[in-house]
């Protein structure tokens, strides 16, 4: 393969698709892989633990509602583009949201700081931790 800065086009490929900045080494992507005691992880760009809902089906929100004010789904900013194992699906209420592998992405509005998993088998196991 063709080298960029030393770095392959394949490689540059990986890393935009987890939503890394090459020439920076930061996060510029819905989320950003943090490893943990139980392996990488999904986080928002501000270190929030992600979550995905058993009862979502790929490409599709069933969290709306009261569930979403709990279940905070994870938005994309204005122009943003899906790419890779990134999509961006619409919710019923028309607001977009991100998904990974197609399933819609969330932060637990329980978790108050970085690195919090407090939502891990909540609702009688039907909420996970996001993995890449």
Request: with cysteine.
């Amino acid at each position: 393969m063709r080298a960029l800065n030393g770095m392959t086009i394949a490689t540059v490929i990986l890393l935009a698709a987890f939503g890394y900045s090459a020439a920076h080494g930061q996060d510029t992507g819905p989320a950003k892989i943090s490893q943990t005691a139980m392996g990488p992880i999904l986080a928002n760009s501000d270190g929030m633990t992600l979550y995905t809902y058993t009862r979502d089906m790929t490409g599709y929100s069933n969290c709306n509602d009261t569930c979403a004010s709990v279940w905070l789904p994870l938005t994309p900013a204005v122009g943003a583009v899906a790419s890779g194992d990134w999509s961006i699906i619409l919710r019923d209420d028309g607001k977009p949201q991100w998904a990974y592998k197609g399933q819609p992405l969330y932060q637990f509005s329980k978790d108050t700081a970085p690195g919090e998993m407090t939502g891990d088998g909540a609702d009688k196991g039907r909420w996970h931790i996001a993995k890449p």
